[in-house]
């Protein structure tokens, strides 16, 4: 393992923090060079999440353990040492958000450069994204509780941040204002939790806490605590008020990442439920109530994405509703954990799938949907309509990132979803009919979008429009390249990452504990 | 007056009350890593005599003593200066104390175990640290609380 | 009652305070302190954790041999609290300055541009 290997836990975090600090200062040399700054950034951190992915798959289901500041103690711990520092514990799942979170950094932080030109505040814009970076990373990396709590209250702060930077528009202050509460109560609930299972136990390292978790009746009230916190965050209905709103107003390359964010919070969300809970709560129970919340977001998501005629909202409400098929897939899982048939596994490689093949689509729907409301100068899809004349390539890549995220074979979002189908429909043939249904749905809100921004005859929006430059286009691109090949070869990906990702997950929490206390 | 500062008693007092404050508020991120305090504590403590000119004198006194462009580079320059100090000992692993216990003349005494009097040269790179998060907290809380009074006054003129 | 579970008392109140207030007020400035009610409970949660029946504080300056000393890690994670909260207080802040300027009004009744 070569020395950059070994460091890349920390580097994800420390590089775009120091980006974060330095951008401002950059900025006084001008654009270009910030640009060259934080897109640097940017590609060194792709490169060391592909590195570490790459290590950790190939390490067979062992986590990399990091200790900050270290020189101590070597991992795995023997003869009853107890981890005082902060660890970072990197294990498959990890890994594979720091794949997700490097692609939507990426190719927003490109599109960013060309969107964000004509502006003023850039300096300021790109130091926020690098730090919500910075905390999406730390969340998905870090090994220990309170750590975790202090990178989630670092992205609310510059999410919340970026949803109210427009400070011009009344709408994204008062969205801004409601992300920063829900994001706050959210970042609260974790921390008593927190204090809950540190006033019991005397640790706050989740390998640790999870060798020494009893489930008593504190530690369910912390998992309740826990349980709401992480899904307030991750938008989940019924406490998903402030998700549309965020990413509706939010610049539209700003939205993507936000996504990223929500997932992160789901990735917290598993790693309590899996990792630090496991075996000691009834986790068909548990479960049930995610397929429950699963249901429900995907159900409130797609209807609620039916009444819009905001395009930009429209889209918010379909990446709210694709929370709902992860937290049904990995939801699935958790129900049958205990007896682990067949296909528990299979859902859960659903869930954990889908959140990559969200993403791109996700990302590349606002990226589109920035675009166009750029171009037209409004958001109202009853004022647009003919767009498609003179922006063709937009309206071809909006159209592949909808049928992608409503399922639609040959694109990723369709192999992801079929395993959650196949697997939902093992457990009650009643999910699976929900599942589908709503798909479909989500299909006809995005054919009613297409067809109201882009078909029909030329209007009055679409007199001097044009496809967006090719800084613009070269992102949205590249996550089309992505949607085309995940959906081609699935097989591959699915094997390759997202099964050891499932697996550290499901089957991984012995590999997790033994990896920081030994054997 | 212009609602611009307070009475001539407030701000009489302010003119020999901020050196204090700003002195004490350095010897807190000094003794950082003795006592109870930090970089944090001491910058908060700079910020507040900051913030009390700003009250006294209104925006118009302090303009001149605090600049919100220098404030936000040297907040920068404070972040920044933290993380290198981080990434020094990274041939180890990230935050590794390089300094601690090295014998050097920057803070690289050892200490006694147990009870002590207190050893001022010890504690390696912790020491530097809070300076560099004292320069942050201050400048920044300085920042924030002067772009507040801005933002407030100018919705008394609209 | 013990008298030493007195501040887990004082922290719940708190909390259930700042959450009556967070849900029941229209101001948004009120919301903010909701909100930071809820947090000073919290805070205060966490560093009753750490408190011993006659500990000192856990510095060894001048310390007196064999004395107890109370927890310090609960009082790190309750600072590293503080400071976080003392950036998401200013934050809601700037929001709620910026909504009144835009709308003239910090009732939460009149400020609903989004919804739907």
């Given at each position: ?144 509780m309170f750590n975790f709590f202090v990178?989630l209250e670092i992205?609310s702060i510059?999410?919340a ?16 204002f409601k992300v920063m509460a829900m994001y706050t109560l959210s970042g609260l609930f974790v921390l008593l939790a927190i204090g809950l299972l540190y006033g019991q136990y005397g640790h706050l390292?989740?390998?640790?806490l999870?060798?020494?978790l009893q489930g008593s009746l504190t530690d369910m009230i912390a998992l309740g605590l826990l349980l709401t916190g992480l899904a307030m965050k991750a938008?989940a209905?019924p406490m998903h008020m402030w ?22 919070s789901?990735?917290g969300l598993?790693?309590i439920?899996?990792?630090l809970y496991?075996?000691?709560v ?7 109530i ?230 | ?35 109870p305090g930090?970089?944090f504590q001491?910058?908060a403590?700079?910020?507040s ?92 809380i ?17 | 009652m013990n008298i030493g579970n007195l501040p887990f008392v004082v922290a719940a109140l708190l909390v259930l305070f700042g959450l009556y207030t967070f849900l029941f007020k229209r101001n948004l400035i009120k919301l903010v302190i909701g909100i930071t009610l809820i947090e000073t409970g919290v805070n205060l949660f966490l560093v009753t954790l750490g408190y011993r029946t006659d500990g000192i504080s856990p ?9 107890k000393m109370v927890l310090p890690t609960p009082q790190a994670l309750t600072l590293t609290s503080i400071v976080i909260g003392l950036a998401t207080t200013a934050l809601l802040l700037s929001f709620a300055?910026?909504i ?6 910090l009732d939460v009744r009149?400020v ?5």
């Amino acid at each position: 393992m070569t020395a950059l290997t070994l460091h890349a836990p920390v580097l994800l975090i420390a590089l775009p923090l120091l980006g974060a600090f330095a951008t401002p200062l950059i900025g006084k040399l001008g654009k270009g060079a910030r640009n060259t700054f934080v897109g640097l950034i940017v590609l060194a951190v792709a490169g060391l999440a592909s590195l570490l992915a790459v290590s950790v798959f190939g390490a067979g289901g062992v986590p990399t353990v990091y200790e900050l500041g270290g020189g101590t103690f070597t991992f795995p711990l023997s003869g009853g040492q107890v981890p005082i520092r902060i660890l970072f514990e990197v294990d498959g799942m990890s890994a594979f958000m720091g794949l997700i979170t490097a692609l939507i950094a990426l190719t927003s932080a490109f599109f960013s450069f060309s969107y964000w030109r004509e502006r003023s505040g850039g300096d300021l814009y790109f130091s926020l994204f690098l730090l919500l970076t910075a905390g999406i990373f730390g969340m998905v990396m870090t090994g220990d509780m309170f750590n975790f709590f202090v990178f989630l209250e670092i992205t609310s702060i510059a999410a919340a941040s970026l949803v109210g930077f427009r400070v011009w528009r009344k709408q994204s202050q008062e969205a801004g204002f409601k992300v920063m509460a829900m994001y706050t109560l959210s970042g609260l609930f974790v921390l008593l939790a927190i204090g809950l299972l540190y006033g019991q136990y005397g640790h706050l390292n989740i390998a640790a806490l999870a060798n020494s978790l009893q489930g008593s009746l504190t530690d369910m009230i912390a998992l309740g605590l826990l349980l709401t916190g992480l899904a307030m965050k991750a938008g989940a209905v019924p406490m998903h008020m402030w998700a549309p709103d965020a990413y509706g107003e939010a610049p539209a390359p700003m939205s993507a990442i936000l996504v990223a964010n929500s997932q992160a919070s789901l990735y917290g969300l598993f790693r309590i439920l899996f990792t630090l809970y496991g075996v000691t709560v009834s986790t068909g129970t548990m479960g049930w109530i995610l397929i429950v919340l699963a249901l429900l977001t995907i159900f409130v998501g797609v209807t609620m994405a039916l009444i819009q005629s905001d395009l930009k909202r429209l889209v918010a409400f379909g990446a709210v509703s694709q929370i709902g098929y992860m937290l049904l897939g990995v939801g699935v899982g958790l129900a049958v954990m205990a007896t682990k048939p067949e296909y528990g596994l299979v859902a859960m490689q659903g869930g954990i799938f889908h959140m990559l093949n969200d993403a791109a689509c996700v990302g590349l729907l606002f990226f589109a949907s920035g675009a166009v409301i750029r171009a037209a100068g409004t958001r109202d899809l009853n004022q647009m309509g003919g767009l498609g004349h003179q922006m063709k390539w937009t309206s071809i890549f909006f159209a592949i990132g909808a049928v992608a995220l409503a399922g639609v074979p040959p694109f990723n979002g369709f192999a992801s979803k079929f395993l959650i189908y196949e697997a939902s429909f093992k457990l009650s043939p009643f999910l699976a009919v929900i599942a589908v249904l709503s798909s479909i749905m989500l299909l006809a809100v995005f054919v009613k979008a297409f067809q109201a921004a882009f078909l029909g005859p030329r209007s009055n929006a679409s007199a001097h429009v044009s496809d967006p430059s090719p800084g613009m286009m070269v992102p949205m691109a590249a996550l089309v390249l992505v949607i085309i090949v995940f959906g081609l070869f699935p097989g591959f990906f699915v094997d390759h990452i997202v099964t050891p990702a499932a697996k550290a997950l499901w089957l991984g929490r012995d590999a997790y504990i033994n990896a920081v206390l030994g054997g | 007056m212009k609602n611009n500062g307070m009475s001539i008693i407030v701000r009489t007092v302010t003119r020999f009350v901020y050196g204090l404050i700003i002195l004490f508020g350095f010897y807190v991120i000094m003794h950082g890593h003795l006592s109870p305090g930090g970089g944090f504590q001491g910058g908060a403590v700079v910020a507040s005599a900051f913030a009390l000119l700003l009250v006294a004198f209104g925006s118009t006194g302090l303009k001149g003593r605090l600049n919100l462009h220098w404030l936000q580079t040297m907040e920068e320059v404070g972040a920044l200066s933290f993380l290198a100090l981080a990434f020094l000992g990274i041939g180890t692993a990230f935050f590794y104390n390089l300094f601690a216990n090295s014998g050097g003349f920057l803070f690289g005494a050892s200490v006694p175990t147990g009870s002590n009097a207190g050893v001022f040269a010890a504690g390696g790179l912790v020491p530097l640290m809070n300076w560099a998060v004292g320069l942050k907290v201050m400048t920044g809380i300085a920042a924030i609380v002067i772009i507040m009074l801005v933002g407030s006054r100018k919705e008394e003129t609209e | 009652m013990n008298i030493g579970n007195l501040p887990f008392v004082v922290a719940a109140l708190l909390v259930l305070f700042g959450l009556y207030t967070f849900l029941f007020k229209r101001n948004l400035i009120k919301l903010v302190i909701g909100i930071t009610l809820i947090e000073t409970g919290v805070n205060l949660f966490l560093v009753t954790l750490g408190y011993r029946t006659d500990g000192i504080s856990p510095i060894y300056t001048f310390a007196p041999e064999a004395q107890k000393m109370v927890l310090p890690t609960p009082q790190a994670l309750t600072l590293t609290s503080i400071v976080i909260g003392l950036a998401t207080t200013a934050l809601l802040l700037s929001f709620a300055v910026f909504i009144h300027r835009h709308y003239g009004t910090l009732d939460v009744r009149k400020v609903k541009e989004l919804k739907g």
